[in-house]
């Protein structure tokens, strides 16, 4: 049986007209599915004056525009959404590579650096990670309750903790550096996605500095003495091959790539996976009870409620899209959560079902060209802590009456907090 879910959050759009929108309204950051549901309603174009994009809301005109890279460029995916004030312009031009990082880069560049990354998630390399993965699901949750009142927070303790750990394990990065990573990684996010004020955006100056100075050492450190970890072997590779149009700050740049989608996109998808599976009751009892079913409770977490909810192109030519005349050098906003619930591809996409048989066209890792590359890696973890938190904890609770918050941000969602604590 499906469960009707309201996400706990506000029950109604905040938004009157399509030309209001923007993904900064309170209402819609404490839950945006009631707005991408009247969005989807109006049909699968609209746009927003707020933001001067495009909104896609319907699934298959979604991944339409993801498959269409002649026509459709994803050289958008680094602008900031909001404005940066010159003199951080400035600052950051000092040590922010002027480079193109793997997801806005188009065409034959974007298939030579995804060939140089060939090898990043083989099951070679999926296999040499596995064990680590175990290893730290079960010491995350060994002191999820380590305070002995039975009670603890979910993503405090585990999901904003285990895939960080296992990505400082994949990149070749001392596990002690994590938390700083993890605080550098949101910052980065945010200066680049968030809605952050003048002062806000000069305050992060400073940290994404040493973030990127940070990365710099580490890439010189395993060329001088390489490890077993996959950092080393892209480090190693791009000596040995000299791939064309690969330079040092491409390397650079992979690095940074993976420290901010390797752990950041997991954690969320892990965190609201979760929220899920808690406020509905029924289908946590029912994995409980047939952990068989963990499989396709990952299948439904990620296409429930994606940790990445919208993501970007900008059109080369003009274009018709379902009847709408898009000029050249528009922004096109994809709300990958609206066509993860889309009608039309899935039944009642607006129920969380774990045994449900037609979720599986979900965007969450894109589509196309650009399709996720670490997608593998990410199912691997979410199974492996799925599995292991419903044998360890089946009688687990979310505090009564909680409702989770959200960073403001465009690009990722996930709660900030999941108080639990343990049932009789």
């Known amino acids: 049986m499906s469960t009707q879910l309201d996400n706990g959050g506000a029950s109604g759009c905040p938004f009157s007209d399509p030309k209001e929108f923007t993904p900064w309204a309170p209402e819609f950051v404490e839950n945006p599915y009631p707005t991408l549901k009247w969005l989807r309603s109006l049909g699968p174009v609209a746009y927003s004056e707020a933001m001067d994009y495009w909104l896609i809301s319907h699934h298959d005109t979604i991944k339409a525009i993801l498959m269409d890279s002649e026509r459709l460029s994803s050289k958008t995916m680094l602008m900031t959404m909001t404005k940066w004030p010159e003199d951080v312009k400035r600052e950051l031009a000092t040590v922010i590579p002027d480079r193109p990082m793997l997801k806005d880069l188009?065409?034959?560049?974007?298939a030579q650096a995804r060939r140089f990354l060939r090898f990043a998630f083989t099951p070679r390399r999926l296999e040499w990670i596995r064990g680590d993965i175990e290893r730290i699901?079960?010491?995350c949750l060994d002191s999820l309750f380590s305070d002995g009142d039975g009670e603890g927070d979910l993503v405090r303790n585990f999901t904003d903790i285990a895939p960080i750990r296992v990505l400082m394990k994949f990149l070749g990065i001392p596990d002690d550096m994590r938390e700083q990573i993890r605080m550098w990684s949101h910052n980065r996010e945010d200066m680049l996605q968030g809605n952050l004020t003048e002062e806000e955006l000069?305050?992060?100056?400073?940290?994404?500095k040493d973030y990127y100075a940070y990365a710099r050492q580490r890439i010189e450190e395993l060329e001088a003495n390489p490890g077993d970890d996959y950092m080393s072997e892209v480090i190693q590779l791009w000596k040995e091959e000299q791939p064309e149009n690969v330079v040092w700050d491409d390397v650079l740049n992979i690095l940074m790539s993976l420290m901010n989608a390797g752990h950041a996109t997991t954690s969320d998808l892990m965190g609201n996976g979760m929220w899920a599976l808690l406020t509905h009751r029924d289908q946590?009892?029912?994995?409980c009870a047939e952990p068989k079913l963990v499989a396709d409770t990952v299948e439904e977490m990620l296409r429930w409620e994606t940790s990445v909810p919208a993501w970007r192109r900008v059109a080369l030519v003009d274009l018709e899209i379902e009847?709408?005349?898009i000029p050249a050098g528009s922004k096109l906003f994809l709300l990958l959560a609206s066509g993860n619930r889309d009608e039309s591809k899935v039944t009642d996409g607006e129920s969380f079902d774990i045994e449900r048989t037609d979720g599986r066209q979900y965007v969450t890792f894109s589509a196309g060209a650009h399709y996720c590359l670490g997608q593998s890696l990410a199912k691997l973890e979410l199974n492996t802590f799925l599995q292991r938190m419903v044998a360890r904890y089946p009688q687990l609770e979310l505090r009564q009456g909680f409702v989770p918050d959200y960073r403001v941000n465009a690009f990722h969602r996930g709660p900030n907090s999941l108080p639990v604590k343990l049932g009789s």
């Open 106 to 110: 188009d065409g034959e560049a974007h």
């Open 137 to 139: 699901a079960d010491e």
């Open 202 to 208: 000069r305050a992060g100056v400073q940290p994404l």
């Open 284 to 287: 946590w009892e029912k994995l």
């Open 323 to 325: 009847g709408h005349r």
